[in-house]
Nanobody
């Protein structure tokens, strides 16, 4: 079955950086586009970034464009989200997703 395991979250100060990872198994990783979502307290889950199978085509929400970079390593069955210039409003649980499957999420907290 599909398994998605996020890691790399934590507490950082505004302006800092984090790199999230999503380790995937149970499906043909290189044949599927992948996505990152996030959900802040009291808010709906929102799409953050998408990457196609070869990692060439990407999409970013306006709120993270220019600060976040999505990438993937098909040899390692892993997707990444490099987050720079982090803001308090980036605080959320971040999830990776493929199709209708989700990971358990990793908490990102931006606070001084």
């Amino acid at each position: 079955q599909v398994q998605l395991v996020e890691s790399g979250g934590g507490l950082v100060q505004p302006g800092g950086s984090l790199r999230l990872s999503c380790a995937a198994s149970g499906f043909a990783f290189s044949s599927h586009g992948m996505s990152w979502y996030r959900q802040a307290p009291g808010k709906e889950r929102e799409l953050v970034a998408v990457i196609n199978t070869f990692g060439v085509g990407t999409y970013y929400a306006d709120s993270v464009k220019g600060r976040f970079t999505i990438s993937r390593d098909n040899a390692k069955n892993t997707m990444y989200l490099q987050m720079n210039s982090l803001k308090p409003e980036d605080t959320a649980v971040y999830y990776c997703s493929v199709g209708n499957s989700w990971g358990q999420g990793t908490q990102v907290t931006i606070s001084s």
